[in-house]
């Protein structure tokens, strides 16, 4: 349908021409003016998502095409293109969704800053980055969006640059990134070797046959499609903050925090999750891949999820805490339960945003002082951000009947089914993740809400809620955390043409939300069953913890830190692997390039090349000498040389 | 349009140019001289105009042909003519030099009229490098165009611009000295120097061989591949930000113009056999001269080690080129590579080239090409940082900008020769980001410290100007490749039908 083309470009054109206005000129523009003009056209592009996802999900509406040739070489033609279907129309929604209220919110948040105009040109191109990313119909314009959003969250890591901490953490995110792209550059070509398009429809309709050749790597014993899934996986794990690929996203907290809610919570850190899902197809003719995905998703859930439980900075919690929700996004895609991946991904969207921004108004309110142990009894200076603020935590930690509870129990119920090999690892760490969640996310709302007001008394007398510019965007967010779950689980995963539509590929031997769906009799009965099954009683026993632990008795996690000091320490380094990384990446890299600086200045330049100058200089002043001047030198060498010509003619 | 001798004006008319600027007088008539040298370069980049619109991509053959009797006895000729590859040159070149006129407009205020007539000169020298069709005269215009790069370097350089000059000339001369042993080998098998009929010569593996490794020590040491690189980075550092800009975005490229108007055809056996060494050769470039790039502390040191990683794409994307077909079979799939490696030669031009002209501003501004002595400079020159962030990302490979086609197009297709290749390839990804960004980050993110620094004005019109024209280059061959791999696209095709067909 050209109309739905058509329409597709409106929503991806209008953010980027906010920030081309708001970019290029944002000397000569009143901040009014910029934000304005890039939430006026967010508005716009938020409408036309919303028309597209009705289109798409109720007239069955899909497109498929190209917009222009990007190049052509050979045979070979590379496009950029939509691909507009269910799952894009989702995400698109999703994403303007969010950008639109992260828009409004940073005109409070923002407005005191020097770069206002720069970041409403930030997060508006970011927009065009994501969106190009989610409509893609072909790898090489998933590329263009996967690199654009990783060069924008690089931009807005760094947006305070002149703070050594934020212009490190934007580095070490790009770098983490590219890490990941390398992996995605040598998937999506070994795509176009074996598939010989780099379009996905011919891709998808390749699968088959690839599987059918028995096809492995040259020299290898690997199959090629999971070397190509393993591949872009990598990328997935670095965008998606997998570890070990993940641990650039606690220090992209250094940007402001409308970009954490947006970028590092809602969107891009999704990418590598709407990713798996968009190929999965691909990855459903990888199964020792699967067990990957599904291992290191759940891996993360639980182990990143431990960190939150000792972070004091409040960003950094809800930022670990986003680590271990897509560990359950992946984990539920490892489980070919792509459909509760993606659910999870828009409830997360909504109350990980939610989250974030109900900090930033806490940090706000805090003078821009972000450590909990500073706060406590916020609850009745800021009643807004506090409720909007439970609501979050609430559906972060899967209590019935909250958005979050619905997701989450669906992808623990796919791993359950699953009977991938790893699967019952997995199951086992998801599980325990429900209490770990339960216990950081209260953690911080008891320490930050509750108990003992700690800030200066200066301070005190300056709380107040935040202007409502912050608030609604916190309301507007609210309301999907509340209720999306109940209102989407059966479209989105339980019913045939739902959603999700026919976006996803799932092989009937790993269909578990098909043997889940078996069960399904209606979000109620499913809010009623929670009681009966272990997550939810694992997130209230994790509530309870906190409460005992930072109410009750607020000396307890002292005393555990100092009982279990290796398991503390452990935790406080993060497991180790900044240390790692910085010992063996920055200092050994540094000292390597060093070393190979040494060999090519010294050995081939000093050596050889100056050494050749040398050697003809030396020859020269020698051969020099021989030049005396005397004619009986000249005679002698003469003479000398006759003989020896004479001698040899002799003989 | 075949009345008019184009090829010709554009040798000629900035080498003319160049010849009445340099009697311009001396620096207090500076302005004139620059006046002279800013005409010349626009009357020249128009008539790139006619020259591109009535070139005629649907057809490999040489275009805008022009042959007159140079040396008739020894069968030399004054020949011209382009194909799609050269064209592409020919117009890269002038827009070069039109930039670096308008960008040495205030930094150069020693010599002015000389300076200007030395890239004039340089210009029509090397378009006519692009342009000939003779073997002969092609040696001529090659070798030329080292003495005004020489003076340039000479006069206007840096501190250690004796030794840098000195280095460079007797570096690529020697290089070049085999290469005009081979071409009067090939006179002798053929009637006369034209490079067309070099292509027809029939020449036993032996020959093929020697011919090639004479080549490849002129092309090489041009490119520069490692390990003949050395040269470069005391060129470039020490040669003034025009120097650099040319040096980067033309003079390299003589050496892969050279691979694919001469090694590739003319010994296509010879470049089959050897290509395994070559592509680990590429590779080292790319991989070792990247780590290399991260352990600098001057700034155009980095940029021209960069420059030679990247230029390592270049000669990866001939000679994987011969590992394709052989595994394949197929031509079809070697475009990808070798278009790539086109794609790669003329955004390499706009990205380094632009990258040096902005370590020129900044040098302009502090005399220091030390990273350490920078240090939040987005503060003081936000307009100059937004630039600088453009071609960094270029110099990066983002998608959207020039730097991302022609690497990404090479990647992709040399997982058909070998994914080996690629993953050392595709390494690039991680280290051109470390070593740019990082480069970025320590000269303008952070606080100001030097009061140096904190006098810094940002653009001036000249500046804003020739970095404006870049940027949008680089974007438009990011964003539309497709209208650079059009123009090529029949002569590419050419080039490796010839290249891959034995002339045992």
């Known amino acids: 349908m050209e109309q739905l083309k058509f329409l597709t470009l409106l929503i991806i054109m209008a953010p980027l021409l906010g920030a081309m206005g708001a970019g290029l000129f944002c000397r000569h523009i009143s901040k009014t003016f910029a934000h304005g003009l890039t939430i006026g056209l967010m508005g716009v592009s938020f409408a036309i998502s919303v028309i597209v996802a009705y289109l798409v999900i109720h007239t069955g509406a899909s497109y498929n095409g190209v917009l222009y040739v990007w190049a052509q070489s050979g045979n070979l033609t590379l496009n950029v293109g939509f691909m507009i279907d269910h799952l894009t129309a989702l995400m698109m929604l999703t994403v303007t969704f969010v950008s639109l209220l992260v828009h409004i919110y940073s005109v409070g948040y923002m407005t005191e800053d020097g ?130 690929l993940h641990v650039w996203l606690p220090e992209s907290m250094e940007g402001p925090t409308p970009i954490s809610a947006l970028i590092h919570a809602a969107t891009m850190v999704t990418a590598g999750v709407f990713m798996v899902a968009r190929l999965s197809p691909l990855y459903q003719g990888a199964p020792a891949i699967q067990t990957f995905i599904l291992v290191i998703g759940a891996t993360g859930a639980l182990f990143t999820g431990l960190i939150a439980i000792v972070q004091n900075d409040i960003k950094r919690v809800v930022a670990y805490s986003t680590l271990s929700q897509l560990g359950y996004m992946m984990a539920a895609a490892g489980a070919s339960a792509y459909a509760a991946s993606i659910f999870h991904l828009m409830t997360h969207a909504a109350f990980k945003a939610l989250l974030f921004l109900g900090a930033g108004s806490v940090i706000i309110a805090m003078h821009h002082d972000q450590d909990l142990r500073n706060m406590g009894g916020l609850k009745k200076y800021m009643p807004i951000t506090y409720i909007t603020f439970l ?62 007001e700690r800030m ?142 040494l060999g090519d200045s010294q050995i ?24 005396t001047g005397y004619l009986y030198h000249y005679a002698f060498i003469m003479i000398l040389g006759l003989i020896v010509l004479l001698g040899w003619l002799m003989f | 349009m075949t009345q008019i001798p184009l090829l010709s004006l554009i040798i000629w008319v900035p080498i003319i140019g160049g010849i009445i600027c340099m009697f311009a007088g001396d620096d207090r008539k500076a302005t004139r001289a620059r006046c002279i040298a ?106 030329g165009m080292l003495i005004p790069m020489y003076l340039c370097i000479g006069m206007w350089g840096g501190p250690r611009r004796t030794y840098a000059s000195i280095k460079f000339f ?55 591949m490692w390990p003949v690189h050395t040269w470069l980075p005391d060129a470039h550092t020490e040669a003034p930000a025009g120097g650099s800009v040319v040096l980067a975005a033309l003079m390299l490229k003589m050496g892969i113009y050279g691979i694919l108007r001469f090694s590739m055809p003319i010994t296509p056996d010879a470049s089959q056999h050897l290509a395994g060494l070559m592509i680990v050769l590429s590779l080292i470039a790319i991989v070792y001269i990247a780590i290399v790039a991260i352990g600098q502390s001057d700034m155009k040191r980095l940029i021209a080690y960069s420059s030679v990683a990247h230029m390592g794409f270049t000669t990866l994307a001939c000679f994987v080129v011969y590992k394709i077909v052989a595994r394949t079979g197929d031509l079809q799939d070697a475009y990808l590579t070798l278009e790539g490696g086109m794609v790669q ?160």
């Open chain 1, 604 to 627: 081939i330049d000093n050596f050889f090349v100056n050494g050749a100058g040398r050697l003809i200089t030396w020859m020269s002043s020698t051969s020099r000498r021989m030049q």
């Open chain 1, 115 to 244: 770069g206002y105009q720069r970041f409403f040109a930030y997060i508006s191109l970011f927009t065009f980055s994501m969106l190009m990313l989610v409509s893609a119909n072909n790898f090489l314009q998933l590329f263009f969006g996967w690199e654009g959003v990783g060069v924008v969250s690089y931009l807005l890591i760094g947006f305070w640059f002149d703070r050594e901490s934020a212009n490190q953490g934007s580095l070490k995110a790009f770098l983490v990134n590219r890490v990941g792209d390398f992996g995605f550059v040598v998937g999506i070509a070994g795509v176009l070797s074996y598939f010989g398009s780099l379009d996905y429809a011919p891709v998808f309709a390749g699968v088959p046959a690839v599987i059918s050749a028995h096809a492995v790597l040259p020299g290898t014993h690997w199959s090629v499609l999971s070397c190509i899934c393993l591949f872009l996986f990598i990328g997935a794990m670095a965008k998606s903050a997998q570890m070990p």
């Open chain 2, 170 to 224: 007797l570096y690529t001369f020697l290089g070049s000295a085999l290469m005009l042993i081979a071409l009067l080998y090939l006179r002798t098998k053929s009637n006369d120097f034209n490079i067309l009929s070099f292509y027809s010569i029939k020449l036993t593996m032996h020959e093929q061989v020697y011919i090639f490794i004479a080549f490849l020590f002129a092309f090489a040491v041009k490119i520069p």
């Open chain 2, 38 to 143: 800013l005409f010349t370069a626009f009357l020249n980049l128009m008539l790139c105009i006619p020259l591109y619109t009535h070139f005629d991509n649907s057809t490999s053959a040489m275009q805008f042909v022009e042959n007159v009797d140079w040396i008739a006895k020894f069968g030399i000729h004054y020949q011209l003519g382009v194909d799609g590859i050269s064209v592409l040159m020919v117009i890269l070149s002038t827009i070069t030099t039109f930039l670096v006129v308008i960008a040495s407009w205030k930094p150069i205020q020693k010599n002015v009229a000389q300076y200007m007539a030395a890239f004039l000169i340089m210009q029509g020298m090397m378009v006519g490098v692009f342009e000939s069709l003779d073997a002969i005269l092609f040696y001529v215009f090659w070798e």
């Open chain 1, 456 to 597: 200066s008394h200066e301070l005190k007398h300056h709380l107040q809620e935040s202007p409502w510019v912050v608030w609604l965007p916190l309301v507007l967010l609210a309301i999907p955390s509340l209720i999306q779950g109940y209102f989407m689980i059966e479209p989105m995963l339980f019913s045939a043409q739902g959603y999700l539509g026919s976006s996803i590929n799932v092989l009937p031997q790993n269909n578990v939300l098909g043997l889940m769906a078996e069960e399904f009799k209606g979000p109620w009965h499913m809010i009623l069953g929670s009681f009966t099954s272990l997550p939810c009683y694992f997130a209230l026993l994790g509530a309870f913890t906190a409460w005992f632990a930072y109410i009750k008795q607020p000396d307890f996690p002292g005393r555990c830190a100092q009982r279990f000091s290796v398991m503390y320490s452990i935790l406080i380094n993060k497991y180790g692997f900044d240390m790692f990384n910085d010992w063996f990446f920055v200092r050994g890299g540094q000292r390597t390039a060093a070393i190979m600086y």
């Open chain 2, 345 to 504: 030669m003329l955004s390499h031009a706009f990205s380094t080239g632009a990258m040096f002209l902005g370590v020129g501003v900044l040098y302009e501004r502090l005399h220091s090409r030390e990273i350490g002595d920078y240090g939040g400079v987005a503060h003081k020159m936000p307009l100059f940082a937004a630039f600088f962030m453009l071609f960094a990302l270029a110099n990066v490979g983002l998608p959207g900008t020039s730097g991302f086609v022609g690497e990404f197009l090479i990647i992709l297709g040399s997982f058909k020769a070998s994914y080996v290749i690629t993953l050392f390839a595709a390494t690039t990804l991680v280290l051109s980001a470390v070593y740019t960004l990082w480069l970025y980050k320590r000269v303008f993110f952070g606080v100001v410290t030097r009061k140096e620094v904190e006098s810094m004005k940002d653009l001036e019109l000249p500046e804003y100007l020739v970095l404006g024209i870049l940027a949008f280059l680089v974007l438009f061959i990011g964003l539309y490749p497709n209208a650079l791999l059009k123009t090529f696209h029949t002569s590419i095709g050419h080039l490796l039908e010839l290249s891959t067909t034995s002339k045992l």
């Open chain 1, 391 to 452: 609501i979050g935590t609430l559906s972060l930690s899967g209590i019935p009947p909250f958005s979050g509870f619905f997701s989450k129990d669906a992808i623990i119920e796919a791993v359950k089914f699953s009977t991938i090999p790893g699967a019952s690892y997995a199951y086992i760490c998801v599980l325990l993740g429900c209490f770990v969640t339960g216990l950081y996310s209260f953690r911080a709302l008891f320490m930050a809400f509750h108990g003992e």
